[in-house]
């Protein structure tokens, strides 16, 4: 019937073309004859391919069909078996079944429509059609945009009949005209709207309802009572913003050094684009970067390498503890530097140090165009002459491998001191006849062309001149007869060690050049050899020992080691020297568990005596953390997975969102509400620390150090049972795409009545879609968009975390506003309610207000704005009601 139904509106359209063909006039008044095989050819706007790819991309994924379904209605498709597929596809996703060929196949048997439809072999057909379901909103696009154009035909159609017919007053057919064009365009939402008659008595029914409730709330409790009496719980299809300044808290003193992937900066110095290295080594982006902060409490933290640096007080450092050091069950924890002061030692009669940071792994950077053979310069800084091209030793094994890296050694007179200079490759003159005699000779100039005097006498009328060389590094003209010519400044500075010795800034300052010490590993392992195969030595324990009177040299020897995963100690010790600067004797030493020199006879000693790695050599011990005067500090943020940059010049690793968390407690564990939380910062483990933390009243670092009291356990206990019933929902998945989270929240919704979803945070997300944004500001607002369109979806509150922009730290009284949300104007525009978290004792160390929060109600579409202050108990991580607590 259908199709019958089909066949009747195409064999309209065609009479339509028909008739519009006989009235259509000729320029001289008459009307054209109809071109009726024209107009029967003609078929409605349609695209079966595209139609056949959307239903094969719904089949193929479950995110195609909620991509789909928000551009698609199945009257949009041309082909009435297509739509019968499509809405078979959607009842079998609306109640969270899995929609493929046969679950498809079954329900049209089911509803005796298979046969219709083309039978079950036309739908796997659409499977196998369909080049991939990434694309199927693309191809819905075309479907919606044909039945479109076939709604505009048929309503001409509807036009011209009605001018045709002229029946009634001409603005009634005007008006009927209209609105059979603005029905084209007519989208699935278009009866959504309803006049304000219609709405007045489900309003009325809902404020009855609500005075029946003696003044119970109807949302989502909050646990904040000021905030819940406000906007008396969060509601059904609201998106609520909480947004702060990221890395609040988390900051190191200006002087501090940051290595680069070129070099060093300070924290000071650095600015958001700039490169660090990470942990693992490699580059990270800085992507923000605070204002400089005063006043805030700093602590001196030392390690047992001599290290130092000032941090504040909620600065965080990724730290192993005795427990973690002994259980492989145990992870590495985020600590503040206050918390790591407060366990600094462990229980234990020896009260030994309890934290240990973990060295970073080598540096992985690119190889470098250097001028001078790493194992040669290694070795010159070790035993060569501050202000010549020469070395001295007796070890005829070292100079055997310092030719084989391309140079030629020749001794000085009988002494065991030998002067180096590059071995010029093509450096032979080239074989010549005499123009005279014909005799062969090897010219010492490029333009002799004789073997002698006599004959050179003879030829100087008799052949042309010889052409002078040009120089194959200049292009100048030079008098060379090598198969190479170089002119003779050329010559000097491709042959000369002490020509590049002198550019790199070396002569009479030995260290070791920066463009080195960025090199490869490959290349810094080699520069390391050559400094150890001539001042380097084996202790009795293994160790390795390097020992220097030049402090320059010292220093780049220490971040040659501790740039190549090493943990190394120095200490000095007085000697008898020239000057008052060669007086003193730097003895660096370290303990690697590989290959470190390349002569036979220290690598056969170093392979006796060293010991085995331990967990200790991969760590340094924090042995100190003291309170000092407070500096001005700054933090940065890096973009990496595991937020780590490097500091110091030891390169010690260094780290880099409550609120929400506490709005999801009071849904799921105090009122048993099913709530998501989707952390794209924290691991799953950290937030169910952080919910056990809050619930049970016990200090997070108490939990992250291994040091709970008996009274911990118990507390904790007391309330396992309570946690572990509620509904509460965690997804750490990295890298999450607004389409995951839709579909996810859709499967929650259905399975377990989902009440509430928080997203942390909002500028961590990604659109996922197969468009690439044209920046990243469109991104964030399409995201925001498609969080309300979410929250309007599956009727539940959208809780999303943002950041601020630098805003409030520019400013007199730091408040946030809603127009320092970061990146986006839309957050701001979408949002139903904004909340700005703003702590005063962040930023004023004296402040009246310390331990307490600010909640600036900034934005309330349902109510009124206010700011509300509660308590932030840091140590237990949460944030509570003045009063109390909950």
């Given at each position: 019937?259908?199709?019958?139904?089909?066949?009747?509106?195409?064999?309209?359209?065609?009479?339509?073309?028909?008739?519009?063909?006989?009235?259509?006039?000729?320029?001289?008044?008459?009307?054209?004859?109809?071109?009726?095989?024209?107009?029967?050819?003609?078929?409605?706007?349609?695209?079966?391919?595209?139609?056949?790819?959307?239903?094969?991309?719904?089949?193929?994924?479950?995110?195609?069909?909620?991509?789909?379904?928000?551009?698609?209605?199945?009257?949009?498709?041309?082909?009435?078996?297509?739509?019968?597929?499509?809405?078979?596809?959607?009842?079998?996703?609306?109640?969270?079944?899995?929609?493929?060929?046969?679950?498809?196949?079954?329900?049209?048997?089911?509803?005796?429509?298979?046969?219709?439809?083309?039978?079950?072999?036309?739908?796997?057909?659409?499977?196998?059609?369909?080049?991939?379901?990434?694309?199927?909103?693309?191809?819905?696009?075309?479907?919606?945009?044909?039945?479109?154009?076939?709604?505009?035909?048929?309503?001409?159609?509807?036009?011209?009949?009605?001018?045709?017919?002229?029946?009634?007053?001409?603005?009634?057919?005007?008006?009927?005209?209209?609105?059979?064009?603005?029905?084209?365009?007519?989208?699935?939402?278009?009866?959504?709207?309803?006049?304000?008659?219609?709405?007045?008595?489900?309003?009325?029914?809902?404020?009855?309802?609500?005075?029946?409730?003696?003044?119970?709330?109807?949302?989502?409790?909050?646990?904040?009572?000021?905030?819940?009496?406000?906007?008396?719980?969060?509601?059904?299809?609201?998106?609520?913003?909480?947004?702060?300044?990221?890395?609040?808290?988390?900051?190191?003193?200006?002087?501090?050094?940051?290595?680069?992937?070129?070099?060093?900066?300070?924290?000071?110095?650095?600015?958001?684009?700039?490169?660090?290295?990470?942990?693992?080594?490699?580059?990270?982006?800085?992507?923000?970067?605070?204002?400089?902060?005063?006043?805030?409490?700093?602590?001196?933290?030392?390690?047992?390498?001599?290290?130092?640096?000032?941090?504040?007080?909620?600065?965080?450092?990724?730290?192993?503890?005795?427990?973690?050091?002994?259980?492989?069950?145990?992870?590495?924890?985020?600590?503040?530097?206050?918390?790591?002061?407060?366990?600094?030692?462990?229980?234990?009669?020896?009260?030994?140090?309890?934290?240990?940071?973990?060295?970073?792994?080598?540096?992985?950077?690119?190889?470098?165009?250097?001028?001078?053979?790493?194992?040669?310069?290694?070795?010159?800084?070790?035993?060569?002459?501050?202000?010549?091209?020469?070395?001295?030793?007796?070890?005829?094994?070292?100079?055997?491998?310092?030719?084989?890296?391309?140079?030629?050694?020749?001794?000085?007179?009988?002494?065991?001191?030998?002067?180096?200079?590059?071995?010029?490759?093509?450096?032979?003159?080239?074989?010549?006849?005499?123009?005279?005699?014909?005799?062969?000779?090897?010219?010492?100039?490029?333009?002799?062309?004789?073997?002698?005097?006599?004959?050179?006498?003879?030829?100087?009328?008799?052949?042309?001149?010889?052409?002078?060389?040009?120089?194959?590094?200049?292009?100048?003209?030079?008098?060379?007869?090598?198969?190479?010519?170089?002119?003779?400044?050329?010559?000097?500075?491709?042959?000369?060690?002490?020509?590049?010795?002198?550019?790199?800034?070396?002569?009479?300052?030995?260290?070791?050049?920066?463009?080195?010490?960025?090199?490869?590993?490959?290349?810094?392992?080699?520069?390391?050899?050559?400094?150890?195969?001539?001042?380097?030595?084996?202790?009795?324990?293994?160790?390795?020992?390097?020992?220097?009177?030049?402090?320059?040299?010292?220093?780049?020897?220490?971040?040659?080691?501790?740039?190549?995963?090493?943990?190394?100690?120095?200490?000095?010790?007085?000697?008898?020297?020239?000057?008052?600067?060669?007086?003193?004797?730097?003895?660096?030493?370290?303990?690697?568990?590989?290959?470190?020199?390349?002569?036979?006879?220290?690598?056969?000693?170093?392979?006796?005596?060293?010991?085995?790695?331990?967990?200790?050599?991969?760590?340094?011990?924090?042995?100190?953390?003291?309170?000092?005067?407070?500096?001005?500090?700054?933090?940065?943020?890096?973009?990496?997975?595991?937020?780590?940059?490097?500091?110091?010049?030891?390169?010690?690793?260094?780290?880099?969102?409550?609120?929400?968390?506490?709005?999801?407690?009071?849904?799921?564990?105090?009122?048993?509400?099913?709530?998501?939380?989707?952390?794209?910062?924290?691991?799953?483990?950290?937030?169910?620390?952080?919910?056990?933390?809050?619930?049970?009243?016990?200090?997070?670092?108490?939990?992250?150090?291994?040091?709970?009291?008996?009274?911990?356990?118990?507390?904790?206990?007391?309330?396992?049972?309570?946690?572990?019933?509620?509904?509460?929902?965690?997804?750490?998945?990295?890298?999450?795409?607004?389409?995951?989270?839709?579909?996810?929240?859709?499967?929650?919704?259905?399975?377990?009545?989902?009440?509430?979803?928080?997203?942390?945070?909002?500028?961590?997300?990604?659109?996922?879609?197969?468009?690439?944004?044209?920046?990243?500001?469109?991104?964030?607002?399409?995201?925001?968009?498609?969080?309300?369109?979410l929250a309007k979806e599956l009727e539940v509150p959208v809780v999303a975390l943002s950041q601020l922009n630098r805003g409030p730290e520019q400013r007199t009284?730091?408040?946030?506003?809603?127009?320092?949300?970061?990146?986006?104007?839309?957050?701001?525009?979408?949002?139903?309610?904004?909340?700005?978290?703003?702590?005063?004792?962040?930023?004023?160390?004296?402040?009246?207000?310390?331990?307490?929060?600010?909640?600036?109600?900034?934005?309330?579409?349902?109510?009124?704005?206010?700011?509300?202050?509660?308590?932030?108990?840091?140590?237990?991580?949460?944030?509570?009601?003045?009063?109390?607590?909950?």
């Amino acid at each position: 019937m259908a199709e019958l139904e089909h066949a009747g509106a195409v064999w309209d359209e065609a009479g339509m073309d028909d008739q519009l063909s006989v009235a259509r006039p000729r320029r001289g008044g008459e009307a054209e004859p109809p071109d009726e095989r024209a107009a029967f050819e003609r078929l409605p706007p349609q695209d079966l391919a595209a139609e056949q790819s959307v239903l094969g991309g719904m089949l193929l994924s479950k995110d195609a069909i909620a991509d789909v379904v928000e551009v698609l209605r199945g009257r949009d498709f041309y082909k009435p078996a297509h739509e019968t597929i499509y809405d078979a596809i959607l009842d079998l996703y609306a109640k969270g079944e899995p929609a493929d060929p046969i679950t498809i196949s079954d329900a049209l048997t089911k509803r005796g429509e298979l046969a219709k439809v083309g039978g079950a072999g036309y739908v796997h057909s659409l499977v196998q059609t369909v080049p991939t379901a990434a694309n199927a909103e693309y191809y819905a696009e075309i479907v919606h945009d044909r039945a479109v154009l076939r709604r505009l035909v048929q309503a001409g159609t509807r036009i011209t009949q009605m001018g045709y017919a002229a029946d009634g007053d001409v603005d009634d057919i005007v008006n009927s005209a209209q609105a059979e064009i603005y029905q084209v365009t007519e989208q699935r939402t278009a009866e959504d709207y309803l006049p304000l008659g219609e709405i007045m008595e489900g309003a009325l029914d809902e404020i009855e309802a609500i005075s029946n409730r003696s003044g119970e709330m109807t949302g989502v409790p909050t646990g904040f009572t000021d905030l819940d009496s406000l906007t008396n719980g969060l509601h059904p299809g609201q998106m609520i913003v909480i947004a702060a300044r990221p890395a609040m808290g988390k900051a190191l003193a200006l002087d501090t050094p940051l290595p680069t992937p070129t070099g060093w900066t300070t924290m000071g110095e650095v600015r958001p684009g700039d490169s660090l290295l990470d942990a693992s080594g490699r580059p990270t982006r800085v992507v923000e970067a605070t204002e400089v902060m005063t006043g805030r409490p700093c602590y001196e933290v030392a390690f047992d390498d001599g290290t130092t640096v000032i941090a504040d007080a909620d600065h965080q450092w990724l730290t192993d503890t005795r427990a973690s050091r002994r259980s492989a069950r145990v992870p590495a924890a985020v600590r503040t530097t206050k918390e790591i002061a407060e366990t600094l030692h462990c229980h234990t009669a020896d009260a030994r140090h309890n934290h240990t940071v973990r060295n970073t792994a080598p540096l992985e950077l690119p190889p470098q165009d250097l001028p001078i053979p790493p194992y040669v310069l290694g070795a010159w800084l070790g035993d060569g002459h501050s202000a010549a091209a020469r070395i001295t030793t007796a070890d005829a094994d070292l100079v055997r491998r310092i030719e084989h890296e391309g140079f030629d050694v020749r001794r000085v007179g009988a002494s065991i001191t030998y002067a180096l200079r590059f071995a010029v490759r093509g450096a032979a003159p080239v074989e010549r006849t005499c123009v005279v005699c014909g005799k062969p000779f090897v010219p010492k100039l490029a333009h002799v062309r004789t073997c002698g005097r006599s004959c050179d006498g003879r030829a100087r009328f008799g052949s042309a001149p010889q052409p002078h060389a040009t120089c194959v590094d200049c292009g100048e003209r030079c008098f060379s007869a090598s198969a190479e010519p170089r002119c003779a400044s050329c010559a000097r500075r491709h042959g000369s060690l002490l020509v590049r010795l002198r550019e790199l800034g070396l002569l009479g300052n030995k260290h070791i050049p920066q463009s080195y010490l960025r090199g490869s590993v490959a290349q810094r392992r080699e520069l390391l050899a050559g400094l150890l195969d001539t001042d380097g030595t084996v202790t009795r324990t293994g160790s390795v020992r390097f020992v220097v009177t030049s402090r320059s040299l010292a220093d780049g020897f220490r971040e040659l080691i501790v740039g190549l995963g090493y943990r190394c100690g120095v200490r000095t010790r007085s000697v008898r020297g020239r000057s008052v600067d060669s007086s003193t004797a730097y003895l660096i030493t370290f303990t690697p568990t590989d290959e470190v020199f390349a002569l036979g006879r220290k690598r056969r000693v170093h392979a006796e005596r060293r010991r085995p790695g331990t967990a200790k050599s991969g760590q340094r011990v924090i042995t100190g953390v003291r309170q000092v005067a407070s500096v001005p500090v700054r933090c940065v943020e890096v973009d990496n997975p595991s937020h780590l940059y490097l500091a110091t010049r030891s390169m010690v690793p260094t780290h880099n969102s409550t609120l929400a968390l506490d709005f999801a407690r009071s849904c799921s564990i105090k009122h048993k509400l099913p709530s998501v939380i989707f952390s794209l910062e924290m691991g799953r483990n950290e937030i169910a620390m952080r919910l056990l933390s809050a619930e049970g009243r016990v200090a997070l670092h108490h939990m992250r150090s291994g040091s709970m009291t008996d009274e911990d356990w118990n507390r904790l206990a007391r309330q396992m049972a309570e946690v572990n019933e509620a509904p509460l929902y965690i997804d750490d998945s990295p890298n999450l795409s607004m389409m995951e989270i839709r579909a996810k929240c859709r499967r929650l919704k259905q399975r377990h009545d989902l009440q509430l979803v928080v997203i942390d945070y909002l500028q961590l997300m990604q659109s996922g879609g197969s468009r690439r944004p044209e920046s990243r500001q469109q991104e964030v607002s399409e995201m925001s968009r498609n969080l309300k369109l979410l929250a309007k979806e599956l009727e539940v509150p959208v809780v999303a975390l943002s950041q601020l922009n630098r805003g409030p730290e520019q400013r007199t009284d730091k408040k946030p506003m809603v127009s320092d949300l970061r990146e986006s104007g839309s957050i701001e525009q979408d949002a139903d309610m904004v909340i700005l978290l703003h702590r005063e004792d962040a930023y004023e160390k004296e402040s009246p207000r310390a331990g307490e929060a600010d909640l600036i109600v900034a934005k309330h579409r349902n109510g009124p704005t206010a700011t509300i202050t509660v308590a932030f108990q840091g140590h237990y991580s949460r944030f509570v009601n003045m009063e109390g607590g909950f």
